[in-house]
């Protein structure tokens, strides 16, 4: 209740915040009906620059060789039941031992035309010497071909009517503001039935990709049940290209995670990680690095 006012003036007060109020709500639904369309548009036009970014990568003649690193870690729990290789106990947070090994490859990817070569040559396994040549990862549990390729599969234009696109938002990757989009197949499909999340840089090229479990090849779900809940099996599979020659991005690691995670109806999730195998990509080589598409940084950024 208001004293020491006029009835002239309470009521002078009362008007002016009904105006201000009115006017805030035409403001906000006019803010609800043009926000949807704006970033519409936007979206249009960052598809449209990053296709011709992946049309590049797509038209490319390449070779390279690189050092690929790789460290692969299994953890066992306190109780595994035999026939499955599952975690039964309450206790299957708790990690009993955990299994290591590492790997030297020197890799080589050639592309010429419409043909792709991938070769590897064993280095060294565990910190012993080796010299295998045309070596099988066959000790690794999840492994992807041509990961330099990997944004062609969402984002080239003759991908994208096959996929629904959302913008996710922004974030810092590294010292460079990206922008992240989702994309998912619009049908089911047995050919590229991809789901993730794309981080977009300032120039758009594709600098990290986030493949969901629904994308790999042969995925089984998997739980188990402890006093903590059901727990269920979930895959983190990331590449994040930092590497870049001559307008394309190169793989400079690849981190897939293996995770079991469990939600209780109170309390916090839980997470416990069972296989993590990462993938480093250093020493880069480039031989060939060409491609028939003319590349103009300005032009595609729109400054």
């Known amino acids: 209740?208001?004293?020491?006012?006029?009835?002239?003036?309470?009521?002078?007060?009362?008007?002016?915040?009904?105006?201000?109020c009115?006017?805030?709500?035409?403001?906000?639904?006019?803010?609800?009906?043009?926000?949807?369309?704006?970033?519409?548009?936007?979206?249009?036009?960052?598809?449209?620059?990053?296709?011709?970014?992946?049309?590049?990568?797509?038209?490319?003649?390449?070779?390279?060789?690189c050092k690929e690193k790789i460290s692969d870690k299994e953890n066992h729990f306190s109780r595994i039941a035999a026939s499955s290789g599952?975690?039964?106990?309450?206790?299957?947070?708790?990690?009993?031992?955990?299994?290591?090994q590492n790997f030297v490859y020197d890799y080589q990817l050639v592309k010429k035309d419409e043909e792709i070569i991938e070769r590897r040559i064993l280095l060294e396994e565990n910190g012993k010497k080796r010299r295998e040549e045309n070596a099988e990862l066959e000790k690794i549990?999840?492994?992807?071909?041509?990961?330099?390729?990997?944004?062609?599969?969402?984002?080239?234009s003759s991908w994208q009517e096959h996929f629904h696109y959302e913008i996710l938002g922004e974030e810092l990757l590294g010292d460079e503001q990206t922008l992240i989009l989702r994309a998912t197949p619009t049908e089911e499909r047995e050919e590229n039935y991809n789901i993730g999340r794309i981080w977009i840089g300032d120039d758009f090229q594709i600098l990290r990709v986030e493949w969901e479990p629904a994308s790999i090849q042969n995925y089984e779900d998997e739980t188990f049940d402890s006093r903590l809940g059901e727990f269920k099996?979930?895959?983190?599979?990331?590449?994040?290209?930092?590497?870049?020659?001559?307008?394309?991005?190169?793989?400079?690691?690849?981190?897939?995670?293996?995770?079991?995670?469990?939600?209780?109806?109170?309390?916090?999730e839980y997470r416990t990680v069972r296989h993590e195998t990462i993938f480093e990509y250093v020493d880069y080589k480039f031989f060939v690095v060409e491609t028939d598409i003319k590349y103009d940084k300005e032009e595609i950024c729109g400054n």
């Open 86 to 100: 599952m975690v039964r106990e309450a206790r299957a947070y708790s990690i009993r031992s955990t299994e290591t």
């Open 1 to 20: 209740m208001m004293t020491g006012i006029s009835r002239e003036i309470q009521i002078r007060i009362g008007l002016t915040l009904l105006i201000l």
């Open 233 to 268: 099996k979930s895959v983190v599979w990331t590449v994040d290209y930092g590497m870049e020659k001559n307008g394309v991005r190169f793989p400079s690691r690849q981190v897939i995670r293996e995770v079991f995670i469990a939600k209780p109806p109170r309390g916090n």
């Open 22 to 65: 009115l006017f805030s709500k035409v403001i906000s639904a006019h803010v609800k009906s043009t926000a949807p369309n704006e970033q519409k548009a936007d979206l249009e036009q960052i598809l449209e620059k990053v296709s011709v970014y992946c049309e590049r990568v797509k038209r490319i003649a390449l070779y390279y060789v």
């Open 141 to 156: 549990k999840y492994f992807s071909q041509y990961l330099v390729f990997g944004p062609v599969g969402f984002l080239s």
